[in-house]
């Protein structure tokens, strides 16, 4: 009897393991047909064998997902209607199951929360119209992403629509002026955080190659993906500041800042922003922020607290105690990437007051410290341009200015392209050249840009 039960055991256990492997062996037959169809993106093909295994064993392997968003965003382009709904809310669902089968924030392994939270998001306003979905809550969807998981919240649409629908609830008086500045400080202060993260990435793959070593491995790829990183988040910049537009002119801020200074006069956060947005929008003639800056710098002195002390002297111009202001605000900031943007903007202030010697000396720091950063050779080149006509003893050498700053443009590589051309275009012609007779030769440059250029030779 004894061996009877041991070999009824043994038998289940074999017949359990036996169904084990067939069902593994299906599962990987399944996979390799899915596998085989998305790489020949063959997406209608594919589908069958996405959902078998999906319903089956979405656990056997994450490439399930990887592979079904392709499938799913396919079957969206191509269909219409309610079909088409059918799988916008198909995908939203799928990512959700990754979320429960593959945890975790690490993108090569997990579903990073903040991530996947606002592509669905984007998935629903790419296509609001069709699911008649509103702007709160389309809003609302972006706004319990971000504050699930800032870390991962990264796209650089995502974070531009998550704006640009404040901005819409605040134009059809659905979210008040308050909320809409917060929100802009948020992500601007949130694009800051990844931009730092890139750039000081990618400062580490560009002081490796001028150090004369060559990238190796996948460096060259992940310099690559920096660099596009950097570019994205530029564009959005951009277009968040042109979203907010006017809405945030003096108009607004200082009566608005007026009624939360008392409030807010020990948050040192409040006091900072509020200093940055006044400056920025140069409300900075308002005794409000006078108030302001003072008491942020009392309450936290900061190298930013001491940069805008500085602009205070600036206004009452008082230039030197305002460089000591600007000087002290580098000297109190110890990382390198937000030093380098001292240095810019301070040498904005000083562009902007035409004192181009002393700003090109900060745009010169700033590049050094944020190599990635190439906005500053564009800001050179644009002083050099405006002082052709008081920089030259001759026509000639007046328009070879040009030349020079078409050569700092070029620093800038492609944002710079567009600058190079019109420089040149307005550089000494061939025909100038050839009666000039100087092909070849160094022209001096004097005034303050002191350099060099050579005549291009015919």
Partial sequence: ???????????????????????????????SLINDYAKAKNYDAAYKPFMELRQRNPKYNRAIFVYGESILLDKIEKSSGAEKVAFINDLVKMWDERAVHFPGNNTAQGTPKGQFLAKGCQLMYDHKDILGKTDLELYDCFDAAYNA????????????????????????????????FN??????????????????????????????????????????????????????????????????????????????FEQNKGNALWLQRAAGKMSEKECTDSPLYFKIVNAYHELSPSARSAY?????????????????????????????????????????????K????????????????????????????????????????????KKAVYWLAAEEARKAGGAGAKYVDSYLDRAPSKPEIFSASNEGQTINIGCWIGASVTVPKL
Avoid: W
């Fill in 183 to 260: 929100k802009y400080d948020d992500i601007v202060e949130k694009i800051e955080v990844e931009v730092k993260d890139s750039s000081e990435k990618l400062n580490v793959l560009i002081e490796k190659e001028a150090a004369g070593t060559a990238l190796a491995g996948r460096e060259g790829q992940f310099k690559d993906f920096y660099e596009r990183n950097l570019a994205n988040y530029d564009l959005i910049s951009a277009g968040i500041d042109q979203k907010l537009g006017e809405r945030a002119n003096c108009e607004n801020l200082v009566p608005l800042y007026e009624k939360g």
């Fill in 308 to 352: 805008f002390l500085g602009i205070l002297k600036d206004k009452e111009n008082k230039p030197n105690e305002a460089i000591e202001f600007y000087e002290q605000a580098i000297s109190l900031q110890t990382d390198n990437f937000e030093k380098a943007k001292l240095y810019s903007l301070i040498g904005s202030k000083l562009k902007a």
């Fill in 149 to 180: 998981d800032k870390e991962t919240f990264t796209d650089p649409k995502a974070l531009y629509t998550y704006f640009s629908l404040m901005v819409d609830l605040y134009d059809a008086k659905a979210k008040p002026a308050e909320d809409l």
């Fill in 1 to 31: 009897m004894k061996q009877n039960i041991t070999l009824l055991f043994t038998l289940l256990f074999i017949g359990l393991n036996m169904g084990f492997s067939q069902d593994n062996e299906e599962d990987m037959v399944t996979m």
């Fill in 354 to 397: 035409g004192r181009y010697a002393q700003a090109r000396g900060y745009y010169r720091n700033a590049l050094k410290f944020n190599p990635s950063n190439l906005n500053p050779h564009l800001l050179i080149a644009a002083m050099y341009a405006a002082s052709a006509n008081d920089c030259g003893d001759s026509l000639f050498n």
